[in-house]
C-alpha cells in the first residue's frame, strides 16, 4: 500500500491532489498548520469515498524547530510527499517592511529546505521515495511586481534542482512542478489571469499524478506556459526593465 504525505493539505492544489491519488488508491497523510474541523470532514470524506485510511495531522512550514519530531512523530512514512505549502504575500508591503519579506522567503523557500531534507535524508537511507513540491514560474526571472515570492520560488527550484541530482543515486525521485496561474483561493483578490493560461487545481492535480507515475523531473502544468517562460528569460536586460511585468 502506498501512502502520501500532503504538506499544506488545505491549499486549493492540496485537496485537489488528495482526491486524486486517493482515487488511486493512496492511503493518505493531510499535513496543515490548522488541523481544524475542516481538515477532519476532509479526511473522513476522503476516507469514505476511496476507501482509503486518511489521517489528519499539525504541520506548520514556518516551525522549523519542530520538523524533525513532525515527521519522526508520523506513524507510518510516506512513499510520496507532495509539498504544496507557499504564501504569495503582499509585494508593496514587503518593499518597506522586512517582516512581510522575510515572511514570504521562510514560507516558501526556508520551510522547503528544512522539511524536505529531513525527508530526503530518509528516503536517501532507505533508497525509495519520491518528493514531488510545487514551485512556480515566478521563480524563473524576477519581476518588478513579485520578485520576493520570485526570488522565494527560484531558490525553492534550484534547490529542487540540486535534490533531484543527489538523491537520483539512491533511487528517490524529486519532481518539481511549476504552475502558471491557477484559480485558487490564493489569487482570489488578485485580477482574474485569462482563461487559456489559467490552470484549474484539478489540472495542477493531473500533472502532479503524471509527474508521481511517470517520474518525471520538471513539469510545467500548461506546457504553454514553458513557451512563455523561454520567451521572458530571453527578453534583453535593457528591455525587461522597461517593462511592467
Ligand atoms: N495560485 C496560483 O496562481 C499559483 C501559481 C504558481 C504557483 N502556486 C503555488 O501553488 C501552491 C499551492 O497554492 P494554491 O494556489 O493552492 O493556494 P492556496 O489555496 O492559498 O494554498 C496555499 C496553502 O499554503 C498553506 N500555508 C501557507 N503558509 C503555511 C505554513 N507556514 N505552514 C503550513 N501551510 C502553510 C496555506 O495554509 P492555510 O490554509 O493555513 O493558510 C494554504 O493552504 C503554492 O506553493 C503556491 O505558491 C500557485
Not at 123 to 150: D, H, L, P
Not at 159 to 180: E, M, Q
Not at 211 to 233: E, H, Q, T
Request: hydrophobic content about 45%; overall charge positive; charged content about 20%.
Amino acid at each position: 500500500m502506498s501512502t502520501l504525505l500532503i504538506l499544506g493539505s488545505s491549499s486549493d492544489v492540496g485537496i485537489a491532489c488528495a482526491h486524486r491519488f486517493a482515487k488511486e488508491g493512496f492511503d493518505l497523510i493531510l499535513a496543515t498548520r490548522n488541523g481544524d474541523e475542516y481538515q477532519r470532514n476532509l479526511a473522513a470524506d476522503l476516507s469514505i469515498r476511496y476507501n482509503v485510511h486518511v489521517v489528519s495531522v499539525q504541520f506548520d512550514a514556518l516551525a522549523t524547530s519542530s520538523h524533525k519530531s513532525f515527521y519522526e512523530s508520523l506513524g507510518v512514512k510516506p512513499n510520496v510527499v507532495l509539498s504544496v505549502f507557499g504564501y504569495l504575500g503582499n509585494h508593496e508591503q514587503a518593499l518597506s517592511d522586512f517582516t512581510q519579506a522575510n515572511l514570504i522567503i521562510a514560507s516558501n523557500f526556508v520551510g522547503n529546505v528544512s522539511i524536505l531534507g529531513i525527508i530526503a535524508n530518509d528516503m536517501e537511507s532507505k533508497r525509495e521515495g519520491t518528493i514531488i513540491c510545487v514551485s512556480s514560474v515566478a521563480g524563473e526571472r524576477g519581476r518588478k511586481s513579485n520578485y520576493i515570492y520570485g526570488s522565494s520560488k527560484a531558490g525553492l527550484t534550484a534547490f529542487l534542482s540540486g535534490l533531484r541530482a543527489r538523491l537520483a543515486a539512491s533511487n528517490v525521485h524529486v519532481a518539481t512542478i511549476i504552475p502558471g496561474f491557477i484559480k485558487t483561493k490564493m489569487v482570489e483578490l488578485l485580477p482574474e489571469t485569462p482563461k487559456p493560461i489559467t490552470a484549474s487545481a484539478a489540472q495542477v492535480a493531473d500533472a502532479i499524478w503524471l509527474a508521481n507515475k511517470a517520474k518525471k523531473d520538471v513539469v510545467y502544468v500548461l506546457p504553454i506556459w514553458r513557451l512563455i517562460m523561454f520567451i521572458i528569460r530571453n527578453i534583453p536586460e535593457r528591455i525587461f526593465k522597461k517593462t511592467n511585468l
